[in-house]
């Protein structure tokens, strides 16, 4: 038959291995999130890659029209030039003359703009491969993060394992009641359902006990609850009485 303090030992030890799991299945309940994030980081560097070679391509498509444009508008000048031979009077010669003035600042200015778009592009190129450059570091990078957290996950699991295999076997030296009432409070208690009192503060919600429940806990002859969070209460220096000095 096994002593109150024996029980007792057997339910701290189901505890502990109970908040280790806990933990352990936080850690595995974390990795989606962290691959999640993982991910949007390449998502993000290849958005910002994709923004940047739509600005590029949309930098060559209007310099690629504005420069047929401005073909156009050349071949024309160059026609009404050469129309200016065969006019007879000086009135419309000068209003053809006029005409071509005009027409060949605005080619001019488009001319200029042109030129400016050329300029632009060699920035947008540059900002392109840099973006080409990040973006490939970004995939690298979640490669190895990814393989990083299945390492993680595998290596979570496998301790999970044992920690149930270890509970199963803390388990067996605990009487059903005593582990129905562990499981009942450990539900509504935050997965803590036994817990040391020290001096007269009980670890579960520190809070005092009364000094009568100190001195029952003293005896470790009884299962005792907290009266204010109803944890299984235990004196920590009754149920593991410090080594006897000798000296
Ligand atoms: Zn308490």
Redesign the pocket.
């Known amino acids: 038959m096994s002593s109150l303090r024996e029980k007792l030992k057997a339910l701290e030890e189901l505890q502990r291995i109970d908040l280790e799991s806990n933990e352990v299945k936080g850690e595995l309940d974390a990795i989606p999130a962290r691959r999640a994030e993982v991910d949007r980081g390449v998502l993000e560097a290849r958005r910002a890659y994709d923004d940047e070679k739509s600005r590029m391509e949309g930098n060559e498509r209007e310099r690629r029209q504005l420069e047929s444009l401005l073909g156009l508008e050349r071949d024309k000048v160059k026609k009404w030039e050469g129309r200016l031979g065969e006019i007879k009077t000086p009135r419309e010669y000068a209003a053809l003359s006029r005409e071509i003035d005009i027409a060949k600042k605005a080619n001019e200015s488009q001319a200029e703009h042109v030129k400016e778009l050329a300029e632009q592009a060699g920035e947008v190129q540059k900002a392109l491969a840099a973006k080409g450059e990040a973006l490939a570091e970004r995939e690298e990078g979640a490669q190895s993060d990814a393989k990083a957290l299945d390492t993680a996950r595998a290596d979570a699991e496998q301790r999970l394992q044992a920690l149930e295999s270890r509970r199963a076997e803390a388990a067996k030296s605990v009487d059903p009641a005593l582990l129905a009432k562990y499981e009942h409070i450990k539900k509504r208690r935050g997965g803590v359902a036994v ?1 040391q ?1 020290v001096g007269m503060t ?6 005092n ?1 009364p000094p009568q429940l100190a001195i029952t806990l003293q005896r470790a002859n009884s299962i005792e ?7 299984i ?1 235990y004196a920590a220096e009754a149920v593991n009485p410090p080594a006897v000095s000798t000296a």
């Open positions: 817990t009192v009980c670890h579960g919600c520190y809070r006990i609850t907290c009266p204010n969070c109803n944890r209460i």
